[in-house]
């Protein structure tokens, strides 16, 4: 297939190369990073869109997104699909898959999860919304960068799947620290407290499958220092997306309301930026109940 893909960054450049690499002819365009094995670069992301019977974009917000789009749908060739696999807020996604649309093109909001190990391993998950026939469109290409898609409904439930999904791992990641935290103020052992709580109803990927205490459980980012792995940053990002989206449906979300304020405490006023959001544990283990 003729692919164009714009945004090559930590994400996009991975993915670009494995359909590169399957065969496919990749063009891309990004306005800073470098091209990947196998693709060639356009001189801009309408020129690079040109021809192609898919469009992916990788890109870092809503609001880039919306610009891009501007630019490539006008380019696109009649009745091709745009497949953003970006993190961004719902009502861009439905705002770009509307203006998709309208110019006879397909349209699908497919955000990832699985991070820069899965787009490197081709092993990402697909959270897609969007119509059947520009899924079917894009599915051999969904095969070859990741390992599972999920269709999830129309235009924009693909972001509103990720961001519920990611205000859940928020939620949880502060509840295993503040809890690790506290078991040791009690004087409780860590190999202890994850023998007990992975096996019994506190259990949760967040402490079963990356447990923040180094030493203890699986290894994971906390075993080396606690070097991202999924930042903290981007965290933050998406359980901003997830209180963004709740508020303007009026859904009440209390828990990601509070994780949300755990989160930009880290980032923004401490030294979260840049660490693996499951440093939240040594966070509290430094801190005085307030
Ligand atoms: P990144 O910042 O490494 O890459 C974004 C790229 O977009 C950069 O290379 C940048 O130069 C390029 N760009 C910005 N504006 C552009 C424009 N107007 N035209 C063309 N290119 C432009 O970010 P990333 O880590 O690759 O993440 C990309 C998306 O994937 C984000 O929405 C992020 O939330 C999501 N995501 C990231 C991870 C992760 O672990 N990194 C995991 C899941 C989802």
């Not at 119509?131 to 129309?154: F, K, Q, Y």
């Not at 096996?199 to 994971?220: D, E, H, I, L, R």
């Not at 508020?247 to 401490?270: C, K, L, R, S």
């Amino acid at each position: 297939m003729k692919i164009a893909f714009i945004g090559l960054g930590n994400m996009g450049a991975p993915m670009a190369r494995n359909l590169a690499a399957a065969g496919h002819e990749v063009t891309g365009f990004d306005t800073a990073a470098a091209p990947p094995e196998g693709v060639a670069m356009a001189a801009s992301a309408a020129e690079a869109a040109a021809g192609a019977e898919v469009v992916i974009t990788m890109l870092p917000n809503g609001e880039i997104l919306r610009a891009v789009a501007g630019d490539v749908i006008p380019a696109m060739a009649d009745g091709a699909v745009l497949l953003d696999c970006s993190t961004v807020d719902v009502a861009s996604a439905r705002a770009v898959a509307e203006m998709a649309e309208a110019r006879g093109h397909g349209s699908l909001d497919a955000p990832v999860s699985g991070g820069i190990g899965g787009a490197d391993a081709g092993t990402l998950t697909f959270m897609v919304g969007g119509s059947d026939a520009a899924l079917a469109a894009a599915a051999p290409l969904l095969d070859i960068m990741g390992a599972r898609t999920v269709h999830c409904g129309p235009a924009g439930n693909g972001q509103a799947a990720k961001i519920c999904n990611n205000m859940i791992l928020g939620a949880t990641m502060v509840a295993t620290c503040e809890a690790f935290a506290l078991a040791d103020k009690l004087g409780l052992d860590r190999q202890a407290m994850f023998d007990v709580v992975s096996t019994s109803s506190g259990q949760s990927w967040s402490m079963n499958t990356y447990c923040p205490a180094p030493g203890v459980g699986p290894t994971s980012p906390a075993d080396n220092g606690y070097a991202p792995g999924f930042a903290a940053d981007l965290m933050l990002k998406d359980l901003r997306l997830s209180q963004e989206a709740a508020e303007a449906v009026g859904a009440p979300t209390p828990m990601g309301q509070a994780a949300t304020a755990e989160y930009e405490a880290f980032v923004e006023a401490e030294d979260g930026r840049g660490r693996d959001f499951s440093a939240m544990l040594p966070r509290f283990s430094g801190k005085a109940r307030g």
